[in-house]
């Protein structure tokens, strides 16, 4: 295939031996298949910020850490240089979160190199050498969804055990391999500490799992391991190897039943969004040359 403009200077260099097609274009980056050192991985091109479709960044960018002062009071005021300082550290955050995963035994995509807003990682695939699919394009039965969720959660806590939050974790952003779901999409990620809406993204993170996997496997709608794990997180008692039971007992909390309305609507339109997001995928998807 033509060599997409933001791949040549990789080609030109030789961190890139061809571009063998296009993986997906969504909202947020545009992936493509490509060969280097002789391996065939992928390569994540990073939209401009103008053109990315993810919402209410700012809830994710709270917390993270800047270079100096003056990249700090460019992006508070949205100046051209701030907006490309903020661009960088949300790039540089799904770069960092994968390194740190990886190290830390989290299934997700192990990453290469990075430079100028492309991203050279490893190619997941399934046990035919293919791209591998997406959760949500599964069928699944109770037992995998039982098995693929408890690996899920797994992961989870080594990710909230090294401080990391996906932020933004579905059946959209997962894909399965012969050995099962491998995590991607880490832009978000959220620094559990220093995200004062950490405990909610995390709670909504794992929730979304038990929605996603209890369509297969019902008695998962039923378990609370967000609220276990964070209680146990907090507490300084959570461990990779902690057993967890998948109920907590916490105290009883008036419900704001107007604010639970709108997370539901929020979510909603969230889902919404992702459905439009993976049919757009899928129309603009090349078939990658055997």
Same mark, same amino acid.
């Given at each position: 295939?033509?060599?997409?403009?933001?791949?040549?200077?990789?080609?030109?260099?030789?961190?890139?031996?061809?571009?063998?097609?296009?993986?997906?274009?969504?909202?947020?980056?545009?992936?493509?298949?490509?060969?280097?050192?002789?391996?065939?991985?992928c390569?994540?091109?990073?939209?401009?910020?103008?053109q990315?479709?993810?919402?209410?960044?700012?809830?994710?960018?709270?917390?993270?850490?800047?270079?100096?002062?003056?990249?700090?009071?460019?992006?508070?005021?949205?100046?051209?240089?701030?907006?490309?300082?903020?661009?960088?550290?949300?790039?540089?955050?799904?770069?960092?979160?994968?390194?740190?995963?990886?190290?830390?035994?989290?299934?997700?995509?192990?990453?290469?190199?990075?430079? =100028?807003?492309?991203? *050279?990682?490893?190619? !997941?695939? @399934? &046990?035919?050498? #293919? /791209?591998?699919? $997406?959760?949500?394009?599964?069928?699944?039965?109770?037992?995998?969804?039982?098995?693929?969720?408890?690996?899920?959660?797994?992961?989870?806590v080594?990710?909230?055990?090294?401080?990391?939050?996906?932020?933004?974790?579905?059946?959209?952003?997962?894909?399965?391999?012969?050995?099962?779901?491998?995590?991607?999409?880490?832009?978000?990620?959220?620094?559990?500490?220093?995200?004062?809406?950490?405990p909610?993204?995390?709670?909504?993170?794992?929730?979304?799992?038990?929605?996603?996997?209890?369509?297969?496997?019902?008695?998962?709608?039923?378990?609370?391991?967000?609220?276990?794990?964070?209680?146990?997180?907090?507490?300084?008692?959570?461990?990779?190897?902690?057993?967890?039971?998948?109920?907590?007992?916490?105290?009883?909390?008036?419900? =704001?039943?107007?604010? *639970?309305?709108?997370? !539901?609507? @929020? &979510?909603?339109? #969230? /889902?919404?969004? $992702?459905r439009?997001?993976?049919d757009?995928?899928?129309?603009?998807?090349?078939?990658v040359?055997?």
């Amino acid at each position: 295939m033509k060599i997409p403009k933001r791949l040549e200077p990789l080609v030109q260099e030789g961190l890139i031996d061809e571009v063998l097609g296009s993986l997906k274009s969504g909202k947020e980056a545009a992936v493509y298949v490509v060969r280097a050192d002789g391996v065939v991985r992928c390569a994540k091109v990073y939209k401009a910020v103008d053109q990315r479709g993810f919402h209410k960044q700012s809830l994710y960018r709270e917390g993270r850490q800047v270079r100096n002062s003056r990249q700090a009071r460019a992006m508070a005021k949205g100046s051209r240089y701030g907006r490309r300082e903020q661009e960088d550290v949300w790039q540089n955050t799904e770069v960092d979160a994968l390194y740190r995963l990886a190290a830390a035994g989290v299934r997700v995509p192990q990453p290469y190199n990075f430079i =100028d807003g492309v991203l *050279l990682m490893e190619l !997941i695939t @399934d &046990a035919d050498g #293919e /791209a591998a699919p $997406r959760l949500n394009d599964l069928d699944l039965t109770p037992e995998q969804a039982r098995a693929y969720h408890a690996s899920l959660i797994a992961d989870v806590v080594r990710m909230l055990g090294i401080g990391l939050i996906h932020g933004d974790l579905s059946e959209f952003n997962i894909l399965v391999d012969a050995q099962g779901p491998v995590i991607i999409d880490l832009p978000q990620a959220v620094d559990a500490a220093a995200n004062n809406h950490a405990p909610w993204m995390f709670k909504r993170d794992v929730a979304n799992l038990a929605a996603y996997f209890g369509q297969f496997a019902p008695e998962l709608l039923t378990t609370s391991y967000g609220e276990e794990i964070w209680h146990l997180y907090e507490h300084g008692h959570l461990t990779p190897e902690i057993s967890l039971t998948g109920h907590f007992k916490g105290q009883h909390r008036t419900v =704001d039943l107007d604010d *639970l309305l709108n997370e !539901i609507h @929020d &979510a909603e339109e #969230e /889902a919404q969004r $992702r459905r439009q997001a993976r049919d757009g995928d899928l129309l603009d998807a090349e078939p990658v040359p055997q």
